[in-house]
């Protein structure tokens, strides 16, 4: 979905195309399903590297609601399809499910996320571990939740996303001046119940009208950048059309390719059996890293 996102921004902000409000609201709940699924994996994940095998069951019960939902808005569990350059290829009708879903969800999220905050062991395991201080971040030019971690209030969502809805509706952008582990996955799961929140928001504006507008067939010669805050940060794609049918450059910049680099601040002074923790907290995609 991130990918998409980013893609179809850069090429209605070269050719001109205004997106449907209605089309930006379904993008928007699709994209923080998304991101809900994303941060729910990796918690997961991340209870098991620590031991918790019975949280790790617990988080990945609601992920599987999460996919769920995402099969009924957008017709797949992976691989959506959804987005289309002016819009989005499908409408959601059936609201009533998603809010029944979304709230079962929150509960369950709200539950673990109260003993994953409050568990010693893991505050031993998690705290003062991992320290990426904010100066460290601004060097490494981190992105996304491991930004956030640090101190930085940086969110594409509230910079440049011409194509989504997050302007329509109040939330906030979650902080954390921790600078270590337990910050990373303090500033995670907060999100998963800010993006339920605005998922909540979107639908009760819903507005009515097309999900989709007819563009001109051909994109005019120009350079475009399309910018998505993925789960992981923000997703950058670089579009130069030289007014043919095809793009004469595309460019991708994934957010794990900058984050990644950050472990080398992140990981001296640590324990050895804390190394692999520290890299599960930058939720690294290491497929977006290979050139």
Not at 14 to 29: D, E, F, I, M, S
Not at 31 to 49: D, P, Q, T
Not at 87 to 94: S, W
Request: aromatic share 6%; charged share 25%; hydrophobic share 40%.
């Amino acid at each position: 979905m991130s990918h998409p996102m980013a893609w179809v921004q850069a090429v209605e902000k070269l050719g001109n195309v205004n997106v449907p409000p209605r089309a930006k609201c379904l993008r928007t709940v699709v994209s923080e399903l998304e991101r809900i699924h994303s941060h729910l994996l990796w918690a997961g994940i991340a209870a098991h590297v620590i031991g918790f095998i019975s949280v790790f069951y617990l988080i990945w019960n609601s992920r599987e609601k999460v996919k769920d939902l995402m099969e009924l808005t957008t017709g797949h569990r992976a691989n959506y399809s959804f987005n289309t350059i002016g819009g989005v290829r499908r409408d959601i009708t059936d609201l009533e499910s998603i809010y029944k879903t979304l709230n079962e969800i929150e509960d369950n999220c709200k539950s673990f996320i109260d003993v994953v905050m409050n568990d010693k062991t893991i505050e031993l395991r998690t705290k003062g571990v991992g320290i990426l201080t904010k100066e460290d971040a601004i060097t490494y030019s981190v992105v996304g939740p491991v930004a956030r971690a640090s101190g930085i209030s940086q969110d594409i969502r509230k910079i440049d996303e011409p194509g989504a809805a997050y302007d329509m509706i109040d939330w906030q952008v979650i902080v954390s001046d921790g600078c270590d582990v337990f910050a990373r996955v303090e500033v995670r799961l907060l999100e998963i119940l800010e993006s339920i929140n605005i998922i909540k928001k979107l639908l009760k504006i819903m507005p009515d009208g097309p999900i989709a507008k007819e563009i001109r067939p051909i994109i005019p010669e120009g350079t475009a950048v399309g910018r998505h805050e993925a789960p992981r940060g923000e997703d950058v794609h670089v579009l130069i059309s030289d007014g043919s049918d095809v793009p004469f450059r595309h460019k991708i910049r994934a957010p794990s390719f900058v984050n990644l680099p950050a472990l080398s601040a992140m990981l001296p002074n640590n324990d050895l059996a804390n190394a692999t923790l520290i890299v599960a907290s930058v939720d690294p995609c290491l497929s977006c890293t290979q050139r």
